[in-house]
């Protein structure tokens, strides 16, 4: 799966709707939170003061990693990891505890095979203090290159994990939640980026957030059809051995938004 952005933005709507955060409320960017590409912010001086929503717009649009750890600490990690669960994750285990993207990587570019097969074998607390001990101190430097870090790595075991279903089902709730007063900002968020879609006679809103590393691969979007009916389409792709090509696994999907543009069952394209 990719990192758990999907549901950083449901916490982030939740925490809007009961008034603990706010979409122009300021958030400072630090070394501490800095991550690796893929996003601008990983870049930008520390210091920098930018809103909730342009942190959200980057996770979603960009996957933004280092503006997605800054919100996953102003909203609190064990919230995030709740949001699972709220969300209707399948398992809300496999992700316990919550992995910033900034310690995901730290442990691929800087650890042994045999350090990360003791943490992936370790229970949640011990993972913690694992975490707190050798990854949490570690600047990221993002023009430093990926380290040890060079194809698959663990990806069976140190990851953040979400079937199809899982990502649909959350990506429908938060179109609902889209739709009450305050939170419009979320189906903005949801379809800044239409990677593609470019039928938009078919398609006059298309949405996507994809997820990508050595070996693993995510795509999942929302499209609204020009009769007003929203679908929510979802595929991951995983390699333990070789690079996922993005390019031929996007052309997968390509037959399914074209059944989707003239179905009318209940049904799902098969």
């Known amino acids: 799966m990719h990192p758990p952005k999907i549901y950083v933005l449901g916490e982030l709507a939740r925490q809007i709707q009961l008034g603990a955060a706010a979409w122009d409320e300021g958030i400072e960017l630090t070394d501490a939170l800095r991550s690796m590409p893929s996003g601008d912010y990983a870049f930008v001086s520390a210091g920098t003061r930018v809103t909730v929503r342009e942190l959200a717009q980057a996770m979603i649009w960009q996957s933004d990693n280092t503006a997605t750890d800054h919100l996953i600490a102003r909203l609190g990690r ?21 992995l910033l993207t900034k310690e995901m990587f730290g442990i691929k570019m800087s650890q042994s095979p045999e350090w990360m097969s003791a943490w992936a074998a370790a229970p949640e607390d011990v993972q913690l203090a694992m975490l707190e001990k050798t990854i949490d101190p570690m600047l990221i430097n993002p023009s430093g290159g990926w380290g040890m870090w060079n ?3 663990a990806i069976d075991g140190i990851e953040w994990f979400a079937s199809a ?10 179109w609902s939640m889209g739709a009450q007063p305050g939170l419009e900002p979320v189906r903005e968020i949801l379809t800044g980026n239409r990677y593609g879609v470019t039928d938009t006679g078919a398609w006059p ?3 996507y957030k994809g997820g990508y590393e050595a070996g693993v691969l995510n795509m999942t979007f929302v499209l609204e059809r020009n009769d007003g009916r929203i679908f929510f389409v979802s595929a991951g792709y995983n390699d333990p051995v070789r690079v996922v090509d993005t390019g031929t696994a996007r052309t997968y999907l ?7 543009k003239t179905y009318t069952s209940d049904y799902a394209c098969g």
């Open 78 to 98: 064990e919230n995030v990891q709740r949001a699972f669960q709220a969300y209707g994750h399948g398992d809300p285990s496999l992700n316990a505890p919550l």
């Open 151 to 153: 194809g698959p790595t």
């Open 165 to 174: 279903d899982d990502l649909c089902r959350a990506t429908a709730a938060l």
């Open 205 to 207: 809103r298309a949405g």
């Open 254 to 260: 390509e037959p399914v938004f074209g059944c989707l």
